[in-house]
Structures are given as structure tokens and as C-alpha cells.
């Protein structure tokens, strides 16, 4: 048996193998043809092969209503010598399973240039998979360092190989703006643009006085999406508010608590103090451009950002002190809480899942999915407070962080080492979690910000193998150190198939 990543959840070898050739063929049950088209996508260009559709196919996708035990995403996958049959209850599921039909195939299958002469043979097995967490997610941020639409749909096409189920797309920040709101254009116009960006160790103030900027289109977005979609992922946008909002401010200054005061786009790393104000106007841009982001990403879930917000500037300001009083709060500080409150309101109304980053959750409304990225206890303790919980913890998945102590590793976010290990040991479920807040954790997700990573080169580094070990991990549960390694090992041949530029 090639070695999966992630591993399945019961796999059987039997002798012998099925030979993928010119003359087979697809037989397709109804709903199936979307499985059908990704797996030609996928092996076309290695292999050249048809895979054209026949009543009489010896290759069978199918939908099966009785594998509804299996969930979404399971799936059941029987290769005999002269007949291959892949079932699942849910199109989803499918998907995943011709993800595991592409890491059985020998690893030059991945290949994007034709490989002549080689025999694409699959081993005959008996697959019946499941993932442990619906939630296995990835986090990109394009805020600080911009990276066109083309490199988001490599990236797609790798996590889908490792059944990552959620791409978090980070698209704003206070260094920029890269989603375009037909309402408010200077968002992308102005808040898209920087003059310099930093370089060297956070904080320390020198930069290389490169500008930087970029944004999507709509039709961009929307293709992403789509591409996605086509793949089992899920693109989940994150617009920051009420904080990490000064590209905004540059934009448009009189959504702030100084509408006198000109800002540029932030060049500067770290927590800006410089927030959205609290006045009805601004209420109506956040609810005007998330609208905009509901028309072009039909994900159930929307992430507003919500964390690392000062309230100085809501402390000093009249009307955010008036505002707090006529709402009947204790003090500007509790602005916060109010503020998304009023935001993720907007969001559930529209029947979507207003998503947010906190420590222990306690500062977002209970209709919050919370992201928990501080300490690996927070997720027991916000999903102990009723909360769908996400484990983000940055020490285990936080992937802009150095991954050894070797002087030649690339520029990396100040603090500690998160190395393979790291991740492949993270458990998003505390072993003292009971068993209602345990099913309350959804997955897990590993995040890497750009502030030092500014090519899609770097990104792959940081990226692989680590998000390789969360992959299994969410998937598979608990598996040992030794034999995820081993699995690794011949997991790498696939990631040179693919060009992927990987931490050795």
C-alpha cells in the first residue's frame, strides 16, 4: 500500500493491481459527473488518459444513499484487478476519495508535463474513510503580502490533496485591502497601496522602502470560489473589524473616531491603534461590504477578524462614549463586544456563521464560531461557554514561525520554533474535555501571516511538510510519530511531482 497522508481510517492491501489505460472507462452514477470531470482534470496532464464515460465502465463513481453513516465527506474505495468502484452519500465525498486515488497512483501522476511510459497502475485495496473533525483548515494571509489568483488556485489544488477542507482567505488588514466593494472603491484604490513595507525583525523599524499593494477583482474571487468548490474547499473570507481596519481608514478616514485626520495604509507590522468608530455610518459600511462579501463567497461561515482591538481611541472620543452610554454599557471598552455583537447579528440574519478570533471567547457573542489561538486550553473554555470551537493554537499551527533553530532559516515571526513535530502532536481536544464541549471543537487550522513572507516560493516553505502533519492529524486522529513519518517520506515524492518547494 503507498503511504497516504492523511492516513485513512481502515485500508485492506490485496494482491494485485488495476492498470489505468486508454480503454477505461467511467461508469457514473447520477450526481457523479462533478467527480468525474476533477478526476480527468487532475490526471490529464500526467497521464494523457481519456477516462471517457460508458454505461460499461470498469471505473465506477457513484452516489449511495446508504452510506449516509459515513457522513459529508467519507467515502468507500474497492479496486479489484478489472474493476475499481468509488461510493460515497454526498458529492463531497467523492471528491476526497479521488484524492486518494491520485496518492495510489504512482507520484508522477501528479505531474503537470506528460510521463510517457510509465504504467498507471493502482494497488487493489479496500478503502473505507472518514475524517475525525469536519474542520481542517488552512489560513492565508494576502493583506500584508499580496499573491495573485493564480498562486490561490495552486494553493488550493494542494490542500485538497491533504483533504484540507477550509480555505481561510485573509483579505484585509491594516496594510491593506485586497477585495474590492463596488460601494466604497478607494478601499482597493487607496487602502490596496502601500509605500514601503517593513523588513527586518518585528518592531524594529527599518524598512527596504519597496511600495506594495494588489487586489482581486470580483470576477477573480468568484472564479477562486468556484475553483474551490470543485475541489471539496471551502473559502471562508476574513474582512477585519473593528480593528486591523487602517487600510480602510486611509480610505475612507471619516469611518474613524478622527474624520479630520489623514492616515496612510499602515507599513508597520504589529497592533495598530487605529479603529473603526462606533457612529451609525459606519455600522452601514460594515453591513454594506459584507453583504458584497456574502454575494461572491456563499460559505456558511464569515470570519469579521474581532481580535487585537485597542479602545484607546474609543476612550478619548465623545461620541464613542455617548454611544456606549445610550447603549446602556459600562464603559467605551465594552464597545467590543457590542460591536460585534451588532455585525454578527447581520450575519446570522442572512443565514450565515459570523466566525472571529478570541483567547477564550469570553469577548464574542455565543453566536461566534471561535478560532482560539493563544493557549491550548482556550478551546476547552470557549467551547465549555457554548461556543463552536476552531484550535488555532500558535504554537502548533501557527506556520510563520521559524521551524528549527538553523541561523539559515528564512526571516521568520520572533518567538518560538514550530517545528514538524509540533503539529503532528497538536490535539485540538484536550484530554479533560467532556463530552458535550468535545463536540463542540470542529477541527483545526493552521494560519500563516505574510509580514515576513513575500513569495509563493516562501509560502510553500513554511507550508509543507508542517500542514502535511495538521492534515492527518484533523483527519486521522490521533496516529504515532514513527509510522506519520515513514508516511512522510514517501509522501514527498508526490510534492516533487508538484513542484512544491518544501522545508527538507
Not at 477583482?217 to 471551502?234: H, I, P
Request: with cysteine; charged share 20%.
Amino acid at each position: 500500500m503507498p503511504a497516504l497522508v492523511p492516513r485513512p481510517t481502515e485500508a485492506t492491501l490485496r494482491p494485485g493491481h488495476f492498470a489505468l489505460d486508454d480503454d477505461t472507462e467511467l461508469h457514473l452514477g447520477p450526481g457523479a459527473e462533478p467527480a468525474a470531470d476533477l478526476l480527468r482534470t487532475l490526471l490529464a496532464p500526467a497521464t494523457g488518459l481519456p477516462l471517457r464515460p460508458s454505461p460499461d465502465g470498469q471505473f465506477t463513481l457513484m452516489l449511495d444513499s446508504g452510506l449516509g453513516h459515513l457522513g459529508e465527506e467519507g467515502y468507500v474505495l474497492t479496486i479489484d484487478p478489472h474493476a475499481v468502484s468509488l461510493r460515497a452519500a454526498h458529492p463531497t465525498g467523492l471528491l476526497r476519495g479521488i484524492q486518494t486515488i491520485r496518492q495510489l497512483l504512482p507520484a508522477r501522476a501528479l505531474s503537470a508535463s506528460p510521463q510517457r511510459g510509465t504504467p498507471w497502475l493502482l494497488p487493489c485495496a479496500d478503502i473505507t474513510d472518514v475524517p475525525r473533525r469536519p474542520w481542517r483548515g488552512a489560513m492565508l494571509d494576502v493583506a500584508r503580502h499580496f499573491q495573485p489568483v493564480s498562486y490561490l488556485r495552486r494553493y488550493v489544488d494542494v490542500l485538497a490533496l491533504h483533504k484540507i477542507s477550509v480555505f481561510h482567505l485573509h483579505l484585509t488588514d491594516d496594510q491593506g485591502w485586497r477585495m474590492p466593494v463596488a460601494a466604497y472603491p478607494k478601499l482597493t484604490e487607496i487602502g490596496g497601496h502601500r509605500a514601503e513595507s517593513q523588513q527586518g525583525p518585528a518592531g524594529s523599524g527599518t524598512y527596504d522602502g519597496v511600495p506594495h499593494g494588489g487586489a482581486y477583482t470580483r470576477a477573480e474571487l468568484t472564479d477562486l470560489v468556484r475553483y474551490a468548490a470543485a475541489r471539496g474547499v471551502t473559502v471562508m473570507p476574513e474582512i477585519e473589524m473593528p480593528g486591523h481596519v487602517r487600510a480602510a481608514l486611509a480610505a475612507y478616514p471619516h469611518l474613524g473616531n478622527h474624520p479630520e485626520r489623514t492616515l496612510d495604509v499602515w507599513t508597520r507590522w504589529g497592533v495598530c491603534d487605529t479603529v473603526l468608530g462606533v457612529h451609525d455610518e459606519v455600522l452601514d459600511f460594515c453591513r454594506t461590504v459584507l453583504d458584497e462579501v456574502m454575494d461572491v463567497f456563499p460559505s456558511p461561515y464569515i470570519h469579521v477578524g474581532g481580535e487585537e482591538c485597542p479602545t484607546t481611541e474609543w476612550t478619548h472620543s465623545a461620541a464613542a462614549r455617548e454611544r456606549a452610554a445610550a447603549e446602556g454599557l459600562p464603559n467605551p471598552e465594552a464597545l467590543h463586544g457590542w460591536f460585534l455583537g451588532r455585525v454578527g447579528d447581520h450575519l446570522v440574519r442572512c443565514g450565515r456563521r459570523p466566525v472571529g478570533w478570541a483567547e477564550t471567547g469570553a469577548e464574542l457573542p455565543l453566536d461566534f464560531t471561535v478560532l482560539t489561538w493563544r493557549d491550548s486550553s482556550h478551546t476547552l473554555t470557549a467551547a465549555r461557554r457554548g461556543h463552536p470551537v476552531v484550535s488555532a493554537y500558535h504554537r502548533a499551527t501557527y506556520l510563520d514561525y521559524a521551524q528549527s533553530e538553523d541561523p539559515l532559516e528564512p526571516p521568520a515571526q520572533p518567538g518560538t520554533v514550530v517545528d514538524l513535530r509540533a503539529v503532528h502532536a497538536h490535539e485540538p481536544v484536550p484530554e479533560d474535555a467532556d463530552a458535550d464541549a468535545a463536540g463542540r471543537v470542529l477541527g483545526t487550522q493552521a494560519q500563516l501571516w505574510t509580514e515576513f513572507v513575500t513569495t509563493p516560493a516562501h509560502i510553500e516553505y513554511l507550508t509543507y511538510p508542517r500542514l502535511c502533519a495538521l492534515a492527518d492529524r484533523g483527519w486521522s486522529g490521533t496516529t504515532d510519530w514513527a509510522d506519520f513519518r515513514s508516511r512522510l517520506d514517501e509522501h514527498t515524492a508526490r510534492l516533487d511531482a508538484l513542484g512544491v518547494r518544501y522545508h527538507p
